[in-house]
């Protein structure tokens, strides 16, 4: 298992009149072949902010620091026409809502084969063959009577597997797929898991999944990192992270969605609301909400500490951690 | 009688082309006083159409729509009739269902003014009344909507809706626009004024799990018809139809354990062009010769229970369901 992809520090941040307002605060995880790695957190924690700016795809007038480290090159500091061979052909991306990320009114065929001929510099003819082969890899029906059709003419779910097969066109080594199936049904968005595991197992793909959906997450990463206002702040193997959640961010998300084998059990909400950049608290930024919170908390940042299970955690008030601290 | 009845509900739209499509073909629900009902299905499956049936926002082509006994008038260039006034509806997005250029308070006040119910006088203390009910501070009512969080504009909407004095809501998607843990504060939330002011609720929602904590009875929907209604805790723990079964199947658990959902295979079909026999048999891992040909009733079984498949036909002339009184949870 080899790392793919190093993040190291991440930092987005917009400069305003009142200073730096930081988005994303000091985020390194790694990603590995094959596998897939799951970034969760509710909306405003800066997950989706975090693709964008490994991608290069940040709006105007936000700003980085850190490094992401791909195959010995930094796309952080990367010039423009290299990040722009690099994207598409090594690092791809799938959004959440393929109507929208779709050409309305260009053919399937022209939205498939214009990657292949631009970044591969293939014929006409070869592009088409290759399109057929993407779009039955993808289990699209019909593939070449799909190749003529306008996106509005295929339901979500093969919207969505059409752009993931447009993603796998020059056969990226990492795929980021943010919120791929939160405009999918349930019974559709199994299906896409399904193609997303099999992609992963079968061509070695790198998945970088972003959801907000726990159980999305638990049935597809190998590795998930929870994201609060901006910081990390639980990180690990998805059985331990999501079965066994330790930090209170955590295990309050997890409490607060309806539980498969208790029923009977009430939902048990995190009070309060996830804190937006501007508005982000001192200290922890979860311990406004937090129920075991303590004075310190208030104040300092806490650091991700390494305990013995294989995760990582920031939370000072956990035993497992302030034993290791002392 | 029920609080509110729908009786083989049929909503039709045509499209430009001139074809009908029955987004609602022939649907059967009954929702009393204090329960809430959660309706479920893919998108597509006709339960916002069914919603907007039930409120009288859109004309229902055949079939009724009684609200404490009187039909449901549609919605019109006239005023609602006053008895209507009591039968209310929360939509999905409180990011469009709320004016951004008015107070918090003075929109909360519409029901007031417009049922002119209560003296000018009373109105604050009872819009702070409101907002309290459902968990804001009284000081809400001066701000304004861009000023709150997504959770805190549902509540809003849900506090719209109490203003009327309502017996009934018909909720479309309340909770899919917010965050998962705000999720289920407002998802609490309902189950507390359902029983506090015995109110009854109609609870639409794409996602089955939060249904499953919110309602005492679930009805599930595929393309039109309602395949399957049953006490919520039943309904899950023992699926009678396989279209049940599979939107179980494929949802994923968020325990670590990396098990992969159940795809059902297949599209919901064009309404327009809906397949023979029993709706769901193209997709049916337990399809059987006659579900090609023969349509299944929804048909009363024990424990309150009620299911449109041939896997589950009874011995010896059953009940036709809509005919039938609904079973209180």
Do not use: F, H, I, Q
């Given at each position: 298992m080899t790392t793919l992809l190093s993040v190291r520090d991440l930092r987005v941040w917009l400069d305003t009149a009142r200073g730096p307002l930081p988005i994303v605060d000091g985020v390194s995880f790694d990603i590995s072949a094959g596998q897939v790695f799951g970034l969760a957190g509710e909306s405003g924690s800066g997950k989706t902010i975090t693709a964008l700016a490994l991608l290069g795809?940040?709006?105007?007038?936000a700003r980085t620091g850190g490094s992401a480290i791909l195959d010995g090159r930094d796309l952080m500091t990367m010039r423009t026409a290299q990040r722009r061979r690099t994207r598409g052909r090594e690092v791809a991306m799938v959004f959440q809502d393929p109507m929208s990320s779709l050409h309305p009114m260009l053919t399937i065929e022209r939205q498939l084969t214009e990657h292949l001929r631009y970044q591969l510099g293939m014929s006409r003819k070869e592009a088409d063959e290759r399109a057929v082969e993407l779009l039955t890899e993808v289990r699209i029906p019909n593939p070449e009577a799909a190749l003529r059709g306008h996106p509005h003419q295929f339901s979500g779910g093969m919207r969505q597997r059409i752009q993931i097969a447009i993603a796998l066109a020059c056969e990226p080594r990492l795929l980021v797929a943010d919120e791929p199936t939160t405009a999918l049904d349930v019974t559709v968005q199994a299906g896409i898991l399904r193609l997303l595991h099999r992609l992963c197992q079968e061509k070695d793909l790198a998945v970088m999944l972003i959801t907000h959906d726990l159980g999305v997450l638990s049935a597809l990463a190998d590795t998930v990192t929870v994201m609060y206002a901006g910081r990390v702040v639980e990180s690990g193997p998805t059985a331990q992270v999501m079965g066994r959640s330790r930090h209170p961010y955590t295990r309050g998300l997890v409490d607060s969605l309806p539980h498969p084998e208790a029923a009977d059990r009430a939902l048990v909400p995190i009070a309060g609301e996830p804190a937006g950049p501007e508005s982000r608290p001192a200290g922890c930024a979860f311990h406004p909400r937090c129920r075991y919170m303590e004075p310190p908390c208030a104040t300092a940042v806490p650091p991700l500490i390494r305990i013995d299970d294989g995760r990582e955690m920031a939370c000072p008030v956990d035993p497992l951690v302030a034993s290791l601290a002392r | 009688m029920s609080l509110l009845e729908l009786r083989d509900v049929e909503v039709v739209y045509q499209r430009r082309d001139g074809t009908l499509v029955p987004a609602v073909a022939g649907a059967s629900l009954d929702v009393n006083a204090g329960e809430i009902v959660g309706l479920v299905g893919e998108t597509g499956c006709g339960k916002s159409s069914l919603a907007k049936a039930a409120v009288g926002l859109v004309p229902v082509a055949s079939g009724s729509i009684t609200f404490e006994g009187r039909p449901v008038h549609v919605l019109g260039r006239r005023a609602r009739p006053v008895s209507e006034r009591r039968l209310q509806l929360v939509f999905q997005n409180p990011y469009e269902s709320i004016n951004p250029r008015r107070t918090v308070g003075a929109q909360v006040a519409d029901a007031f003014a417009i049922g002119r119910t209560q003296a000018r006088s009373s109105w604050r203390p009872r819009v702070e009344d409101l907002l309290r009910q459902v968990g804001l501070p009284a000081t809400m009512a001066r701000r304004f909507p861009h000023q709150l969080s997504g959770g805190q504009r549902q509540r809003i909407a849900i506090a719209r809706a109490l203003a009327a004095d309502p017996a009934m809501i018909v909720l479309d998607e309340p909770l899919s626009a917010l965050d998962a843990s705000v999720q289920a504060q407002v998802a609490n939330l309902l189950v507390e004024l359902a029983r506090n002011l015995h109110v009854g609720m109609l609870l639409i929602s794409h996602d089955l799990a939060i249904v499953r904590h919110v309602a005492h009875r679930t009805a599930v929907m595929y393309l039109g018809v309602i395949v399957e209604t049953a006490p919520t805790a039943d309904l899950w723990t023992a699926p009678m139809h396989p279209y049940t079964q599979a939107l179980i199947d494929s949802i994923p658990h968020a325990d670590g354990a990396g098990h992969l959902p159940v795809a059902l295979p297949g599209e919901i079909p064009d309404p327009a062009r809906p397949p023979s026999g029993c709706r769901f048999h193209p997709r049916?891992?337990?399809?059987?010769?006659r579900c090609l040909s023969e349509v299944p009733e929804l048909v009363a079984k024990d424990g309150g229970r009620r299911v449109a498949c041939w896997l589950h036909e009874a011995p010896g002339g059953a009940r036709r369901a809509a005919d039938g009184p609904s079973v209180a949870p």
């Open positions: 795809l940040l709006p105007a007038g | 049916c891992p337990r399809v059987m010769d």
